[in-house]
């Protein structure tokens, strides 16, 4: 069975850091493209970032590129988010999704 469990969301004042965590189990992530999307408040879901299998390549939305990294742990079979110099307007609640599959989400609050 597919499972994905984010973890390390919180809140954080702005220009902090936060790093989350996708655990993954019933396949290897280093077979798939894994991703990072978040859903605003209010808001529908809008892509992250993705690291495609291998970890060879990433890609960033314009809005995190240079202050948001993507990366993986393969001997642990995880994802992760390294997230810099918070703004407001990255408050969400952020998923890791591959294989078809996402998991429930963290949240991340970006405020004074």
């Known amino acids: 069975e597919v499972q994905l469990v984010e973890s390390g969301g919180g809140l954080v004042q702005p220009g902090g850091s936060l790093r989350l965590s996708c655990a993954a189990s019933g396949f290897t992530i280093s077979s798939y493209a894994m991703s990072w999307v978040r859903q605003a408040p209010g808001k529908g879901l809008d892509w992250v970032s993705t690291i495609h299998s291998g970890g060879g390549y990433t890609s960033y939305a314009h809005s995190v590129k240079g202050r948001f990294t993507i990366s993986t742990d393969n001997a642990k079979n995880t994802l992760y988010l390294q997230m810099n110099s918070l703004k407001p307007e990255d408050t969400a609640v952020y998923y890791c999704?591959?294989?078809?599959?996402r998991g429930p989400g963290t949240l991340v609050t970006v405020s004074t």
């Open positions: 999704a591959g294989k078809n599959s």
